[in-house]
């Protein structure tokens, strides 16, 4: 779904801003990643892996298979897809060939991948980032990642969309970082409305652009926009006012908006949309999922290829910030490449706004960058070899380890790292005088203790002791 | 490190040649990625993750931390890295502000990373694809895999050199997907050999690009390239000749080069790499890797920016193909953009060879594409509600669950695509005539056998029998 998700602009994000912000103060000998790029740091990686492990384990459980597509696509590919915001795509030079395109999402890729196989069905996810020439000044990266899951083929109406919903759902309330609401509205409910209004048909995607500016703009400057740019009289503008207001629990509001009072009665678009979001509705309350959407008909989304369910999510607790995740139906997407229609439903999540909520937080997180278990110490150089043949046993057995050769005067300093930077358990205390007597000294680094170990059965007694350990954090290694 | 590491064209690997490579016979309306790139379907990416798992299991084993970099750097970065084969990177469009390009390898990025975040020690991993333009018609990709591991800072002589090579020979241990070795040689002993041969040392780079060719080209070819295209005299080529057919096990090559009667002899150059490599091999020989290694004195490597070891690893079992991972040391790299030397060492594994192997094996393998443990069939429209109520309990349960709602007349082929397509061991069967009872069927599809179930009692009965399964198989789920 190509949405607005590569923004992570928030008050927790001051880590996090991309390069170049800091441009002016820069000197110029400053080496810089492009313009609205950035490094993910160790740290940084370890919670990306911890939140791709949740967003996966939901994907996985609902039968989502992995699919990868290159990074960049034929121009071709992505023309024509993306309405208005086609401005941001980014090209590769002509070097001979082909004219090629990064990708702007992932569900052109998915539908051009279904058409290039000649694929009518599949229940996918993809995680990998996209592209999109966007200003970073106004603090959204140029390179960010989307999770999708979309399901294609033909299924009994609402199910997949259910599907998709849940899934959602499921994902934010595992990520468990603060309350959110998933707006939810039907692309032909708003072509009903904007035909009951009155607005010419050639004039329905752009008027929806305008409608799904209401969430940063005021009516006011929307109204002006639909009247001056866009050719609307002030009385059509009105009504569509009257009725983007409607916002409320799903099944209550759409109850209201099934009465035969209501101004989407004899409307045959609507009423189609009306009785698909009574299945979906129904789907949800059983699915247990229902109460965490609101039925909004300001909700249009801005792309051109939505057809029917589209939906967005926002946070609405202490963390206030934009759409983190969206998606929609979208059954004409694989024929504009094929000339067979592949019904299809999806979802993305913009996990930047995650990311930057975990980093916000990452002082409570007990996160090591690394997993080494080991840290063998040979003290002088003559013992390097010794060091080195202890740290090989262990890698054979599968321990992590890592192993420096020190002068005598360095130990306290390594040791201090370990514990401190590092979080190792163990130290193996490499000294000629205990190598002598066959032994090696063996330093629990938490306990702060030291007992002396035989050096042949130094591997052995590792191994049963890091299984010990972790059978007791329950194999959380 | 860049190498050649795209290729994947071996005789097991037709299934997955890049696209394009059938464009005359193509029809026109055909939906295509860009040539030289490929999609990655969902047994693909089964087997890609296993490979994943394997290397970076082995990474963290040796303390490595994940990096990530933007897919596009500054142009300026890449600049003067790479020598000849400069030309081969992408370049985006200038579409206003600066100008980027797609990485050509991982080491670069590492560099400037290290430089950027001032940073003068990491030990860090970084798996992620590299874009070379090269030529798609001689089975290279153009979008490829790279597995890296470096070891940047101040160390003691040849220790990180050391497990640089023994993370190598282990991963490709693990990997056990054929007999390989490691050739290796030293960037300074070929300097001296050019020196004792009589190379002018403004030859030394180009030289040295010329005998990179010997493991493609016959001698006569690469000898013809040095004096008619770089231009050596006869005497001179010929006395290179004579060295770089040099190889044999790394200890026993080395006594005889430090022989007093070697050709090396007082050569000031030589006699230091000599000496590395001897503190290296006694390394390699205490951590039991150094029979996989091979000493070659016509290992070049063709980039500018290794100045230390260089090793190069090539499959020389059944599968015959060309180098599948490659490094070296590059102690001015880190310098070239921050001024601040940082002495680094690292190793590239070309993963699309080892995919191209294992896809070629996966007839033999049992990979599932989903983890789906469960599938829930509702028979009848009535029944969508319980189906989706059932298979919700048992996603709350973090159970791998897909649904179906379907007509009674369908439960054979659902049946049978769930056992032989899916692989799924277990299928809810949800009809009106047991719901009234309380119960549904449950069927263990290996034993082929039917039972009732509470309804009330489902999750839970599943959840017990799952976690008995996992346990019996050492949880494999």
Redesign the interface.
Known sequence: MATDLSSASTEVTAKAKPAGANDTKASRR??????G??????LQ??I??KVFGIVT?VF???????????????KE?LMGKYGEDSKLI??????G??L?S?RYDLTVPFA??L???KLTSMR?YHIA?V?R?DNPARGRYR?FYQCDFDIAGQY?SM?PD?EIL?VLA?ILDKLNIGDYEVKLNHRRLLDGMLELCGVPAEKFRTICSAIDKLDKLAWEDVRKEMVLDKGLTEDVADKIGSLVKMRGKPMELLDELMKEDSPFCGNAASQQALAELKQLF??MD????INRFVFDLSLARGLDYYTGVIFEAVFTGTVKMGSIAAGGRYDDLVGM??GVQVPSVGMSLGIERVFAIMEGQAGQLTVR????QVLVLGIG?SL??VA??I??EL??L?????FR?VAPGKIKKQLSDASEKDGIPWVVLVGQDELNQGIVKLRDMAAKQEEEVRRDNLAADLQSRICACAALKGLTI
């Open positions: 400053e080496v810089k990643v492009p313009k790029t950035r490094d993910f740091d160790p990686m370890a990306r892996e384990g996985k459980r609902h039968g989502g298979v992995a699919l990868d597509t290159p990074v960049f696509e034929l590919t980014y090209d590769l030079a002509d070097q060939g082909e090629s990064l051009r991948y058409a290039t196989k996918r980032k592209y020439r390179e009994e199910v259910f849940k499921e129904t789907f059983v699915g247990k999922c490449f094929s960058k690394t997993q080494t150089k390097w070899n080195i043949g740290a090989s890698w054979e599968e321990i992590a380890t890592e050769c």
